[in-house]
């Protein structure tokens, strides 16, 4: 990719004189291999390495000690963690009469019949489902699920509209609520996390650590501080995430929250820094399918990128290393530092635990037009005038 393009493509037009929260910055990529020096501990030097262009993907080695992995797997331990949800976990809709939400079985069936022939395949149904239920079913689950709710008459493994207008919806919500919960390492994220906070009390090597990441990203020290706990993330064998963008579009709304999060806010998570807390003896990897191409949402849905229990071997993908920082933006910039469009090409998540169990912890940079930044941004102010919002270490 060519180096002009993307100082063009980073650098989308100003939206107005000043932004609404501290400059932001966004370090060059410069070329993938490069090697920055990162002077983030008094005994060592630091090497941040471009895994990718765009999105700019970074690597941190023993960017955390090991004893400091530990410590922060045993603050999660102690503080409990949680199954995992994901935005989609929603109902069916059904065809019963005390739900509210009523069964059209024309429009379903339109957007169901993605090739709009005279059947539901068992590709297009398992396309449909995972969409509106998180469930990442194979063939043969869909086989059992015609077999046990009696859908396909005729058994030719596909359905037609007949059959498919005369399923009981809430029957077929019901068969996959409890799929869901006897085979959990098919749904879109299969894993257990906490947040620990990193405020100033809170434990010195959350506190150190936040340091870390204020001179790795060269961020204002208040954005840092303003941005979400420390979210821990356990799997266990099978577990994943499949791909998944870590913030939201700008179509979504105007604001940026996360502190009271509602419908009239989108989460603005400009970065991502990724830690591995352990070694994983097999599979784990962090992927990034739409890198080296352009994201498409309906495309990845048709060609089933997204589900890295099946693909985890396109774009970039990166092994696991205990103490090792995958650090990415999320988000473009504006010229005056405004965070920008969500990146679609950020699309990544979690490949299949194959053995063993893998910790992460997810250090999300994000915005929040809620906080009230006006001082920050008067102390701020020359700084972005002055400043390019590309910097090089
Ligand atoms: C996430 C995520 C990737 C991984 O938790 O949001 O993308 O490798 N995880 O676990
Ligand atoms: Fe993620």
Same mark, same amino acid.
């Given at each position: 990719?060519?180096?002009?393009?993307?100082? #063009?493509?980073?650098?989308?037009?100003?939206?107005?004189?000043?932004?609404?929260?501290?400059?932001?910055?966004?370090?060059?990529?410069?070329?993938?291999?490069?090697?920055?020096?990162?002077?983030?501990?008094?005994?060592?030097?630091?090497?941040?390495?471009?895994?990718?262009?765009?999105?700019? #993907?970074?690597?941190?080695?023993?960017?955390?000690?090991?004893?400091?992995?530990?410590?922060?797997?045993?603050?999660?331990?102690?503080?409990?963690?949680?199954?995992?949800?994901?935005?989609?976990?929603?109902?069916?809709?059904?065809?019963?009469?005390?739900?509210?939400?009523?069964?059209?079985?024309?429009?379903?069936?339109?957007?169901?019949?993605?090739?709009?022939?005279?059947?539901?395949?068992?590709?297009?149904?398992?396309?449909?489902?995972?969409?509106?239920?998180?469930?990442?079913?194979?063939?043969?689950?869909?086989?059992?699920?015609? !077999? !046990?709710?009696?859908?396909?008459?005729?058994?030719?493994?596909?359905?037609?509209?007949?059959?498919?207008?005369?399923?009981?919806?809430?029957?077929?919500?019901?068969?996959?609520?409890?799929?869901?919960?006897?085979?959990?390492?098919?749904k879109r994220r299969y894993s257990a996390h906490?947040?620990?906070?990193?405020?100033?009390?809170?434990?010195?090597?959350?506190?150190?650590?936040?340091?870390?990441?204020?001179?790795?990203?060269?961020?204002?020290?208040?954005?840092?501080?303003?941005?979400?706990?420390?979210? #821990?993330?356990?799997?266990?064998?099978?577990?994943?995430?499949?791909?998944?963008?870590?913030?939201?579009?700008?179509?979504?709304?105007?604001?940026?929250?996360?502190?009271?999060?509602?419908?009239?806010?989108?989460?603005?998570?400009?970065?991502?820094?990724?830690?591995?807390?352990?070694?994983?003896?097999?599979?784990?990897?962090?992927?990034?399918?739409?890198?080296?191409?352009?994201?498409? !949402?309906?495309?990845?849905?048709?060609?089933?990128?997204?589900?890295?229990?099946?693909?985890?071997?396109?774009?970039?993908?990166?092994?696991?290393?205990?103490?090792?920082?995958?650090?990415?933006?999320?988000?473009?910039?504006?010229?005056?530092?405004?965070?920008?469009?969500?990146?679609?090409?950020?699309?990544?998540?979690?490949?299949?635990?194959?053995?063993?169990?893998?910790?992460?912890?997810?250090?999300?940079?994000?915005?929040?037009?809620?906080?009230?930044?006006?001082?920050?941004?008067?102390?701020h102010q020359d700084i972005g005038?002055?400043?390019?919002?590309?910097?090089?270490?």
């Amino acid at each position: 990719m060519n180096r002009a393009w993307l100082l #063009v493509s980073f650098l989308t037009a100003t939206v107005g004189e000043n932004p609404r929260h501290p400059p932001l910055v966004q370090l060059d990529p410069i070329r993938r291999g490069h090697v920055r020096t990162l002077n983030l501990a008094s005994d060592r030097v630091h090497k941040m390495e471009t895994l990718n262009i765009y999105p700019p #993907v970074f690597g941190i080695e023993d960017f955390l000690e090991d004893w400091e992995c530990d410590h922060i797997i045993q603050l999660a331990k102690d503080s409990g963690l949680n199954p995992s949800a994901t935005e989609s976990d929603i109902d069916l809709p059904s065809n019963n009469q005390e739900d509210d939400m009523e069964f059209d079985a024309a429009a379903t069936w339109d957007e169901w019949n993605s090739n709009g022939d005279e059947y539901l395949d068992s590709e297009e149904i398992i396309e449909s489902m995972s969409d509106i239920s998180d469930a990442a079913m194979t063939p043969d689950d869909v086989a059992s699920m015609f !077999e !046990e709710l009696d859908l396909d008459w005729n058994k030719d493994a596909m359905l037609d509209f007949e059959e498919f207008a005369a399923s009981d919806a809430s029957a077929v919500d019901r068969f996959v609520k409890r799929f869901r919960r006897k085979k959990p390492w098919l749904k879109r994220r299969y894993s257990a996390h906490t947040w620990l906070q990193q405020s100033m009390v809170s434990d010195p090597v959350l506190r150190s650590l936040r340091k870390r990441v204020e001179k790795t990203t060269q961020l204002p020290k208040i954005i840092i501080e303003r941005s979400e706990p420390l979210q #821990v993330v356990h799997y266990t064998a099978r577990g994943h995430n499949h791909g998944h963008h870590d913030s939201h579009p700008v179509s979504a709304a105007p604001d940026c929250c996360h502190r009271h999060v509602t419908s009239h806010c989108r989460l603005c998570r400009y970065m991502t820094l990724l830690y591995y807390l352990n070694d994983v003896s097999g599979g784990g990897e962090t992927a990034f399918p739409a890198v080296n191409r352009t994201y498409d !949402e309906v495309e990845f849905s048709h060609n089933g990128l997204w589900n890295l229990s099946a693909h985890c071997d396109t774009g970039l993908v990166v092994k696991p290393r205990k103490g090792f920082a995958l650090v990415w933006y999320n988000h473009q910039i504006h010229e005056n530092g405004e965070i920008g469009e969500l990146i679609g090409e950020s699309f990544h998540g979690g490949c299949d635990v194959l053995s063993g169990e893998k910790w992460i912890a997810n250090n999300w940079i994000a915005i929040d037009h809620t906080w009230g930044y006006d001082e920050a941004i008067n102390q701020h102010q020359d700084i972005g005038r002055r400043h390019s919002t590309h910097v090089d270490l």
